[in-house]
Antibody, heavy 121, light 107 residues
Framework: EVRLVESGGGLVQPGGSLRLSCAASGFTFHMYWMSWVRQAPGKGLEWVASINYAESENYYVDSVKGRFTISRDNAKNSLFLQMDTLGAEDTALYYC??????????????WGPGTLVTVSS | SYELTQPPSVSVSPGQTASITCSGHEVGDKYVSWYQQKPGQSPMVIIYQDNKRPSGVPERFSGSNSGNTATLTITGTQAMDEGDYYCQAWESRAHVVFGGGTKLTVL
């Protein structure tokens, strides 16, 4: 059974940093693209970033470029999102997702339960 | 930037057909996927690459995509289908784009 479990969320002050993790199990992690998708409270879905199997390709939404870094550790079946210079607009539930069909047929096959990031003073 | 536009809400009676649209410039040239999200739950893909249905998704869900509109159709809508629905596509510059979401009410 596919399992994705995010962690690392919490309350952080504006300008601060946070590192999210996603522990994956039940599938061959190193064979899949992975992504982060976020959802602000009461709002819709927003894609954040995606990374390929070998960390040789990654994509970011414009609003996080230069502030967020997606990475992975295939030996530990883990996905990460380093978030720096956080602002109130980054407050959201962050989901980790298995990503298929990259690029033109991209879709998110499985999702974790999410980890909540709150940016506030 | 590329945008996908969905109606904020759609209402349907039980047993009837619900259609949720997703409009975007020449979206018919792109692959569109659809996600269902129920309150307090993570999204779940119900249609991918225009019209493919993952295993376990009921046959009453179908998708089509042509011109400037992609459509999710739910035939014989059930009360359990209530929730939020999002379309999503890949665009070469923006990469992944989601629609704003549609709240489906079954009444």
């Amino acid at each position: 059974e596919v399992r994705l479990v995010e962690s690392g969320g919490g309350l952080v002050q504006p300008g601060g940093s946070l590192r999210l993790s996603c522990a994956a199990s039940g599938f061959t992690f190193h064979m899949y693209w992975m992504s982060w998708v976020r959802q602000a409270p009461g709002k819709g879905l927003e894609w954040v970033a995606s990374i390929n199997y070998a960390e040789s390709e990654n994509y970011y939404v414009d609003s996080v470029k230069g502030r967020f870094t997606i990475s992975r550790d295939n030996a530990k079946n883990s996905l990460f999102l380093q978030m720096d210079t956080l602002g109130a607009e980054d407050t959201a539930l962050y989901y980790c997702a298995i990503t298929q069909g990259v690029p033109s047929g991209t879709y998110f096959q499985d999702w974790g339960p999410g980890t909540l990031v709150t940016v506030s003073s | 930037s590329y945008e996908l536009t969905q109606p904020p809400s759609v209402s349907v009676s039980p047993g009837q057909t619900a259609s949720i649209t997703c409009s975007g410039h020449e979206v018919g040239d792109k692959y569109v996927s659809w996600y269902q999200q129920k309150p307090g739950q993570s999204p779940m893909v119900i249609i991918y690459q225009d019209n493919k249905r993952p295993s376990g998704v009921p046959e009453r869900f179908s998708g089509s995509n042509s011109g400037n509109t992609a459509t999710l159709t739910i035939t014989g809508t059930q009360a359990m289908d209530e929730g939020d629905y999002y379309c999503q596509a890949w665009e070469s510059r923006a990469h992944v784009v989601f629609g704003g979401g549609t709240k489906l009410t079954v009444l």
